[in-house]
């Protein structure tokens, strides 16, 4: 079974978990954990090429970056995030997932953030003509992250935008935000594989996978945990210049040496 055939099987049944990498060694980390897939957080990669979530760095640093930890995941499924498709126009957009298409990378997610679901759902549709049927593509839509309109209508408005990437050839819906058990109910009848972020309020897996979900991201979380403990043993180290607090945290040289590959 190819790379692109285990990744759309793991959406069929059971729930997902995507430990979020943004970098090879976060991903061969991720992997010996015992990911069975991995995505690419966009605000990780954004950080580890030095770029800020939410700018453009350059394409040929992003799809290096895809390639590396595509790489390095040998067999196991990597999905890239790549935020809007880094263009208003469709076919723009289009032409960047082909090129991320051939770094190995299996499915992407592509979102509307604050911008009108019909300009997704052309996105969508330009990707699809472009690339074929083999890649999964997971429309992220952004009304609970970014609190777009009425509480009292976005599910209503929920139901519309994933009819139209759905109906424009998407294959997963990503909600990031929603928490509640009875929302979460009403996004999974929406027709495709329901995707959440990560959230302390939140169910845990076997509550997730009870109400129909079947994909867990952990978004920057990760990322941002691993440079929050990097911050503190810098400033530590800068302060009093001790290294036991280091070699106590530190993951094993020779096994991380091993993960790696030539």
């Given at each position: 079974?190819?790379?692109?055939q ?10 997902l ?98 911008d009108?679901a ?7 549709a ?5 690339v ?7 429309a992220?839509?952004d009304l ?21 990437y ?5 294959d ?27 959230r ?63």
């Amino acid at each position: 079974m190819s790379a692109s055939q285990t990744f759309r099987t793991l959406h069929a049944s059971g729930l997902l978990i995507l430990p979020n990498a943004w970098d090879a060694a976060s991903t061969a980390l991720s992997i010996a954990a015992g990911a069975k897939a991995v995505a690419t957080t966009s605000a990780g990669v954004a950080w580890a090429l030095g770029w800020p979530d939410g700018a453009t760095p350059p394409e040929a640093e992003l799809l290096g970056a895809v390639s590396r930890m595509v790489r390095v995941a040998g067999d196991v499924p990597v999905s890239a995030d790549i935020e809007g498709g880094f263009s208003d126009d469709p076919g723009q957009a289009a032409a960047f997932v082909k090129r991320t298409w051939e770094t190995g990378a299996v499915g992407i997610n592509i979102e509307d953030g604050a911008d009108p679901a019909e300009g997704l759902a052309d996105k969508i549709a330009a990707v699809r003509a472009v690339v074929g049927g083999d890649l999964f593509i997971n429309a992220r839509c952004d009304l609970w992250l970014r609190g777009i309109g009425p509480v009292e209508g976005r599910l209503e408005e929920a139901a519309r935008r994933a009819a139209l990437y759905k109906a424009a050839g998407a294959d997963g819906l990503f909600m990031p935000g929603v928490v509640e058990a009875e929302t979460i109910t009403a996004l999974v009848g929406m027709g495709m594989p329901l995707n959440l972020l990560a959230r302390p309020a939140l169910p845990d897996a076997k509550g997730l996978e009870a109400l129909g979900v079947r994909r867990l991201s952990a978004g920057s979380n990760i990322a941002a945990a691993a440079y929050a403990t990097a911050d503190r043993l810098t400033r530590g180290f800068l302060t009093d210049g001790a290294s036991g607090p280091q070699a106590a945290e530190a993951f094993d040289y020779g096994a991380l040496n091993g993960l790696m590959k030539p």
